[in-house]
């Protein structure tokens, strides 16, 4: 089954606005989670790194005040897209890895920004 | 800073066939190498993972190796199926962190 769930899996926002999508890991307390968005056609491309009771690293090229990350606890991270713009608009797909370094990934949100 | 290429970019076979996927990396220095497989506004689906001390991995009709040495890892997939339709993406893990570089993926149709 399902080791990391997300949520919404698909949102629609205005322009301007802001919108929260929830990472959940199941069956594991994840001190790490990550964040990746993909755009269409394209690959994944790692965004963020969240550490829980700490501030999420961020990739070169991302916008830590536009992407907020908050991991404040072992089975949740959030990731907030304030003021969103029609070019956030994507698909975001959050991680964990397990004991082998494997990666679990969620099912994804799609964000579509009008 | 770690590059992933798959080649081809898409591939279209009729069922049956046997086939190959390619993937690449600059880094040798990998800690695993972890091949998905992606459906349409789907999520990703892990095949197969290989760590850095192994040379391949099984799953049923799905064969992964893994050459460090030439930074190279080929994904086998045997006695193709329509259901294999998908873009399978192949990612490349430096450290026991989890920060992974993902190539751009190989679309394959299966044709019945």
């Known amino acids: 089954g399902a080791v990391v769930s997300q949520h919404p899996s698909w949102v629609i926002c205005k322009s301007g606005t802001s919108v929260k999508i929830e990472c959940r890991s199941l069956?594991?307390?994840?001190?790490?989670m990550f964040w990746y968005r993909q755009f269409p056609k394209q690959s994944l491309m790692l965004m963020a790194t969240?550490?829980?009771?700490?501030?999420?690293?961020?990739e070169q090229g991302v916008e830590k005040d536009k992407f907020l990350i908050n991991h404040a606890s072992l089975t949740l991270s959030t990731l907030t897209v304030t003021s969103a713009h029609p070019e956030d608009s994507s698909f975001y797909i959050c991680?964990?890895?397990?004991?082998?370094?494997?990666?679990?990934f969620g099912p994804g949100t799609r964000l579509t920004v009008t | 800073k770690q590059e992933v290429t798959q080649i081809p970019a898409a591939l279209s076979v009729p069922e049956g066939e046997n086939l190959v996927l390619n993937c690449s990396f600059t880094?040798?220095?990998?800690?695993?190498l972890q091949w998905f497989r992606q459906d349409p506004g789907k999520g990703l689906t892990s095949l197969l993972l290989?760590?850095?001390?192994?040379r391949e991995q099984t799953s049923g009709r799905l064969n992964a190796s893994l050459d460090k040495s030439s930074g190279r890892s080929t994904l086998y997939i045997a006695a193709s199926q329509p259901g294999d339709s998908a873009t399978y993406l192949c990612?490349?893990?430096?450290?026991?962190?989890?920060?992974?570089?993902f190539g751009d993926g190989t679309t394959l149709t299966v044709k019945p």
């Open positions: 991680s964990r890895v397990g004991t082998a370094g494997e990666q679990y």
């Open positions: 069956d594991f307390q994840a001190t790490t």
């Open positions: 969240s550490n829980e009771g700490s501030k999420a690293t961020y």
């Open positions: 880094d040798s220095a990998i800690y695993n």
């Open positions: 290989i760590q850095s001390s192994q």
């Open positions: 990612a490349a893990t430096n450290t026991n962190a989890g920060k992974s570089t």
